[in-house]
């Protein structure tokens, strides 16, 4: 009979990374993020930022790791856009926090699983930026085009699964 000494399944499957690792990953993709969009003004539509987050999430399965990603990328993005300060960072947090708590519970390795979990956190990005920048700061004029959220998450999801690929050779072996 075998026994395992794992206790659950973030132990089973949690993944690691070098820090420099993840952190050049990060600061690619906030300068790619800000700068690829004033070259070619059709990628704005790109947030190499949230998938970022979405990896790192769902990879290292802690909720709370996944926050303070969430948040300080956010943040950065904050400082790199006209955007008024934290509305990114609220965003992401919650991004990152639900994405490792997910991780937590299902199998992530999945590409469809990938592909729902990257359109998913799309859209609630949206929602979350809707709600935070109508609600708190009470700026009327930002409404939510639903079709182009759509068109948003789908471009974005299509990106992420060839970064996710290439992320996962980065993880670190035991």
Request: with cysteine.
């Amino acid at each position: 009979m075998a026994i395992h000494g794992f206790t659950n399944r973030r132990e089973l499957e949690e993944h690691t990374f070098h820090p420099a690792l993840v952190l050049l990953a990060i600061l690619l993709a906030l300068f790619l993020g800000s700068y690829l969009p004033k070259l070619i003004p059709a990628l704005e539509i790109l947030d190499l930022p949230l998938i970022v987050v979405i990896f790192f999430s769902v990879s290292r399965r802690s909720p709370i790791a996944g926050t303070f990603t969430g948040a300080i990328v956010g943040i950065l993005q904050d400082l790199l856009t006209n955007h008024y300060l934290g509305i990114f960072g609220i965003a992401k947090s919650v991004v990152g926090y639900a994405a490792a708590s997910i991780g937590l519970r299902i199998d992530v390795e999945n590409i469809m699983t990938r592909v729902l979990l990257n359109f998913s956190f799309c859209l609630l990005q949206s929602i979350l930026l809707y709600l935070v920048s109508r609600l708190l700061l009470g700026v009327y004029g930002y409404s939510l085009q639903w079709l182009h959220e759509l068109l948003r998450a789908t471009v974005n999801t299509i990106v992420a699964i060839p970064i996710f690929f290439l992320l996962d050779y980065t993880r670190t072996r035991d």
